[in-house]
């Protein structure tokens, strides 16, 4: 049973609006959460952070939201761009060290 | 500092065959993880190793897959015998710690992609 949850595989959004990334949780017990972005042919890269006592964390153009009581996550990317096209990773971190959603593959549409 | 270097960066083989795939951490981080990519399940944790010495492989799928971290520098994941089904992308990572404190995170390698026919 997988601990986190990204149900959208793909995402498509226009150059220039906003993209929304979900991600859900199962493990009350995660307390740190990261988003890592990943193009083809090369390895997962960290993109941003947030600790389970925040509930936002800003970086540039990314924005993390977290809500706890919905063990709920969500990437804002604004405003997207070309380079925003590849697959996104959320990992949750607990006891057993990170643990990944399958991603979803976002497409930044001219 | 070269980051971490995963080999062989692409591996076709035939059923049944040996596969090793290796893996340079980066140089003071003192934990190696194995993970591996698949459109099924994502990013999923094989093993990982604190010090050279496997602290968790209950992510390993069977008997099959077997991993070794001779010193502090290498590392092997081994296959054997392989079957089509192990086909996926095999990512190394390191990292200062288990990311049990702060905010550091793992670092990836570009992954050795394998393919089983």
């Known amino acids: 049973d997988q601990q986190v949850k990204q149900n959208s595989p793909s995402l498509s959004v226009q150059e220039g609006r906003i993209s929304i990334l979900n991600c859900d949780y199962t493990n009350s017990m995660f307390d740190y959460f990261l988003w890592y972005k990943k193009y083809p042919a090369e390895g997962p890269t960290f993109l941003i952070s947030?600790?389970?006592?925040?509930d936002k964390n800003e970086d540039g153009r990314f924005t993390v939201f977290l809500n706890k009581s919905a063990k709920h996550l969500s990437l804002h990317i604004v405003p997207s761009q070309p380079g925003d096209s590849a697959v996104y990773f959320c990992?949750?971190?607990?006891?057993?060290?990170?643990?990944f959603g399958k991603g979803t593959h976002l497409i930044i549409q001219p | 500092d070269a980051g971490v270097i995963q080999s062989p960066r692409h591996e076709v083989t035939e059923m049944g065959q040996e596969v090793t795939l290796r893996c340079k951490p980066i140089?003071?981080?003192?934990?190696l993880f194995w993970y591996r990519q698949t459109m099924m399940r994502g990013l999923e944790l094989l093993i990982y190793f604190n010090n050279n010495v496997p602290i968790d492989d209950s992510g390993m799928p069977e008997d099959r897959f077997s991993a070794k971290m001779p010193n502090a520098s290498f590392s092997t994941l081994k296959i054997q015998p392989s079957e089509p089904r192990d086909s996926a992308v095999y990512f190394c990572?390191?990292?200062?710690?288990?990311?049990?404190?702060?905010?550091?995170?793992?670092?990836f390698g570009a992954g050795s992609r394998l393919t089983v026919l």
């Open positions: 990992g949750s971190r607990g006891a057993d060290g990170l643990t």
């Open positions: 990572a390191s990292s200062p710690d288990r990311g049990l404190s702060g905010a550091n995170v793992l670092t």
């Open positions: 140089s003071g981080h003192d934990y």
């Open positions: 947030i600790s389970s006592i925040k």
